[in-house]
């Protein structure tokens, strides 16, 4: 019994930090720029969620993030809820499979969800003809690397709470 409530204790709060990040991502950074390109939290710490309890694990919970994210009428929303997941599930498989769970290959499935989700939203404004700036693919670049700069904080949280989870 007390491994069912130390997972719900462990899941309760990865879904704390969850709120906890999107409230980061949209008010705290919602109007801040760097360099012109907008901080996405939202795939690194799905990333490092999947890194850390496993490709199945972490796919559910990206999925539940990215519906939460979309039912919130974010921008690329829908985009999410089809990129997110299967980053999370591409990220986790590759960090249990062939790699050990530390901070070097969660950055590393931290910047292919990255890609893979904001890549998408690009692509999806290329095609609807969305208004974009002239410089739209260097900023999706800045977007990406200055995304990763929170990922350690994030990964040592995901990293505390697994622990206090039993595993």
Avoid at 72 to 85: D, K, Q, T
Avoid at 114 to 143: F, H, K, T
Wanted: one cysteine or more.
């Amino acid at each position: 019994m007390a491994k069912r409530y130390r997972t719900i204790l462990k899941w309760g709060l990865y879904s704390v930090l969850l709120v906890l990040v999107l409230l980061v991502n949209t008010t705290v950074l919602g109007s801040k720029t760097f360099c012109g390109a907008k901080l996405s939290l939202l795939p690194v710490y799905a990333a490092c969620v999947a890194c850390r309890e496993g490709h199945e694990a972490g796919g559910t919970f990206a999925l539940a993030a990215s519906l939460l994210w979309a039912l919130a009428g974010s921008e690329g929303g829908v985009m999410f809820v089809l990129l997110l997941p299967a980053a999370a599930v591409t990220a986790g498989f590759f960090c249990s499979a062939y790699f050990t769970p530390n901070l070097l290959p969660t950055l590393t499935g931290c910047l292919l969800a990255l890609a893979l989700c904001e890549g998408g939203v690009y692509i999806q404004r290329l095609y609807m003809d969305a208004p974009m700036p002239p410089n739209a693919l260097a900023l999706l670049g800045y977007q990406l690397g200055f995304s990763l700069i929170p990922a350690p904080v994030l990964w040592l949280a995901v990293r505390g709470i697994g622990k206090a989870g039993g595993r």
